[in-house]
T-cell receptor, first 112, second 110 residues
């Protein structure tokens, strides 16, 4: 158990809908990272937050947004969903940089 | 953009064998990571290794940044080493880039 929790574990929804994925980092970790893993695109880095502020941005679509709250949990919002958004979404946390990064179990999203 | 290539794409080993996985990248980077994804999907950060050599038990990694490659060594492989190994490179100068390779799928047979 990495100490990083993600909810829900599975999510099935329809095209055009909006969903919210939640991540709770390990106790004391200030950084949260979001990744997408799909059959087509492989693993992709989406975005990083550090203590509530956006720190780095990767291949995150404009239809996606994220935030980190004062209690340090983070949410990834996916809107106007398309079939191609079906993927495993991972969250990771670290105390600062990438050296001490721990991953959650992922949320598997299926868009029908 | 930065290209990250991993080889071999697939590898089957007998338990106890050693192996070397390679990660080549096409441009200068600031950092490099190695990950293991087990057959149940869990991702583990193995190494954060922008340059030099690091060891962690039976695993070690070497990055030669000037020649744009990194190697992951697995010695005395065990069935629990099975899964997919990914490398990722990060460039922080200019536009931030954090790019994953397509992975090496390893199966260790008992």
């Amino acid at each position: 158990d990495s100490g990083v929790t993600q909810t829900p574990k599975h999510l099935i929804t329809a095209t055009g809908q909006r969903v919210t994925l939640r991540c709770s980092p390990r106790s004391g970790d200030l950084s949260v990272y979001w990744y997408q893993q799909s059959l087509d695109q492989g693993l992709q880095f989406l975005i990083q937050y550090y203590n509530g502020e956006e720190r780095a941005k990767g291949n995150i679509l404009e239809r996606f947004s994220a935030q980190q709250f004062p209690d340090l949990h983070s949410e990834l919002n996916l809107s106007s969903l398309e079939l191609g958004d079906s993927a495993l979404y991972f969250c990771a946390s670290s105390s600062g940089g990438l050296e001490t990064q721990y991953f959650g179990p992922g949320t598997r999203l299926l868009v029908l | 953009g930065i290209q990250v290539e991993q080889s071999p794409p697939d590898l089957i080993l007998q338990e106890g064998a050693n192996s070397t996985l390679r990660c080549n990248f096409s441009d200068s980077v600031n950092n490099l990571q190695w990950f293991h994804q087990n057959p149940w999907g869990q991702l583990i950060n193995l190494f954060y290794i922008p340059s030099g050599t690091k060891q962690n038990g039976r695993l070690s990694a070497t990055t030669v940044a000037t020649e744009r490659y990194s190697l992951l060594y697995i010695s005395s492989s065990q069935t629990t080493d099975s899964g997919v190994y990914f490398c990722a490179v990060i460039r922080t100068s200019g536009t931030y880039k954090y790019i994953f390779g397509t992975g090496t799928r390893l199966k260790v047979l008992a």
